[in-house]
């Protein structure tokens, strides 16, 4: 939010930009891309390769096997719980990063001279469109389905030893971050018409 917050006001130069864009435009960017899409991203660079190598490791460890013999349903004991823990962990984690991303820019205008916090905090009001809220959170529900169930797939499927492991865990961060960017396009195209 500071970084976004800097880099509009250094850019809007035009007398035609009414005061307000700077808070305007860092909320509306951590709203529509930033809260969701980057979050999930790295999110899926830690618990992707967690939840890969984790599985991963008890597949070949035959830990998996040991389940599947014992008569439990091995995918739904394992996979299940992870996606569901993560589908209601990712509006925390969203709602948090906007409201620290909105922090960061109200602390450069508290902090520098570059924009006053009066302007900032009336952008910030500014044409708030509360379906923008819904739409960041509904976008993170996806990534967050995406990046448990790949990083699930590669982790239960993985053959081998502990090489085999650590690629599967980085092919799922791989594939569940182009899936991300994928279904980003996607969603941004089915739920902002």
């Known amino acids: 939010g500071a970084v976004i917050c800097i880099q509009m006001q250094l850019n809007m130069t035009s007398p035609m930009m009414p005061a307000y864009s700077t808070g305007l435009a860092t909320r509306d960017i951590l ?5 969701s899409a980057v979050l999930c991203l790295i999110l899926s660079g830690k618990v992707g390769s967690n939840i890969a190598s984790e599985i991963g490791t008890m597949r070949v460890t035959e830990q998996i096997d040991a389940l599947e013999i014992m008569g439990i349903n091995s995918a739904q004991f394992l996979v299940l719980p992870k996606i569901l823990a993560f589908m209601f962990f990712i509006p925390v984690l969203v709602v948090f990063s906007i409201a620290t991303g909105l922090f960061g820019g109200w602390f450069i205008a508290a902090f520098t001279d570059m924009i006053p916090v009066s302007r900032y905090i009336y952008g910030i009001q500014t044409m708030f469109v509360e379906w923008y809220v819904w739409y960041t959170i509904i976008k993170a529900l996806v990534f967050s389905v995406i990046i448990t169930s790949v990083a699930s797939y590669y982790g239960y499927y993985v053959k081998g030893g502990a090489l085999d ?13 182009i899936l991300i960017l994928l279904f980003d396009v996607i969603l941004t ?3 902002m018409q």
């Not at 709203?31 to 809260?35: A, Q, R, T």
């Not at 492991?165 to 971050?177: D, E, R």
Request: proline content about 0%.
């Open 189 to 191: 195209k089915l739920l």
């Open 165 to 177: 492991v650590g690629k599967a865990s980085t092919n799922a961060v791989v594939a569940s971050s």
């Open 31 to 35: 709203l529509l891309e930033f809260s």
